[in-house]
């Protein structure tokens, strides 16, 4: 995943409103449950995250304490998180400074997704100057402020990397398509 501009108003997601919005395309859930195998993505909640409003709708609920949705970075990548690690892409989308989440939290991201890299493979959370846009193959991340001193990489180089390494959204990247897991 990558992700838009880290400056956020330090408003508590837990103030935004969870409304249920019209505008919401009518392939928005369709298309969110390709971020995890059914097994998962049939019962979890369906939410729209509003980066420019910095707000989450909520288009279904779910019963598996999972959520689906895209990201809202233009990429529209399906995900599917348990309720820490949305809490933690929810606050990383809604601008927040710094995840909210109390525990790991799991995202798996079925269809890949992209991130944005500089010319010497550093991903970085927003497009800038000298950035490109990179493809993610199907992968599932770890959902927790990741120590770039643990000595994992920090780069794309292999079947696991430390994403936004040095930053409060440092998290794991595994490169394990979700569809292949007994989910
Ligand atoms: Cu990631």
């Known amino acids: 995943m990558r992700m838009l501009s880290l400056l956020g108003s330090g408003i508590a997601l837990a103030a935004l409103p969870t ?23 049939a019962n979890a909640a369906i939410a729209h995250i509003d980066a420019a409003g910095k707000a989450v709708h909520v288009v279904r609920q779910g019963t598996n304490g999972f959520t689906c949705s895209l990201i809202p970075d233009g990429s529209d ?3 599917c ?8 892409l929810a606050d990383a989308f809604t601008g927040q400074p710094k995840p909210t989440s109390t525990a790991p939290g799991i995202a798996y991201m079925a269809a890949g997704g ?3 890299e500089t010319p010497d493979g550093e991903i970085v959370m927003a497009p800038g100057a000298n950035t ?4 993610e193959p199907p992968h ?13 990489p920090t780069k794309a180089t292999g079947a696991t990397y430390i994403m936004f390494a040095g930053t409060p959204y440092a998290h794991l990247m595994i490169y394990q398509d979700p569809t292949t897991l007994k989910l």
Do not use: C, E, N
């Open 77 to 79: 990548a399906p995900f």
């Open 81 to 88: 998180a348990d309720a820490q690690g949305w809490q933690f």
């Open 132 to 135: 490109k846009m990179v493809q």
């Open 19 to 41: 409304l249920a919005v019209a505008q919401i395309p009518p392939d928005f859930a369709r298309k969110a449950q390709m971020g995890a195998p059914a097994t998962i993505s």
């Open 140 to 152: 599932w991340m770890l959902l927790w402020p990741m120590d770039a001193t643990s000595g994992l």
């Open 114 to 116: 992209m991130h944005y």
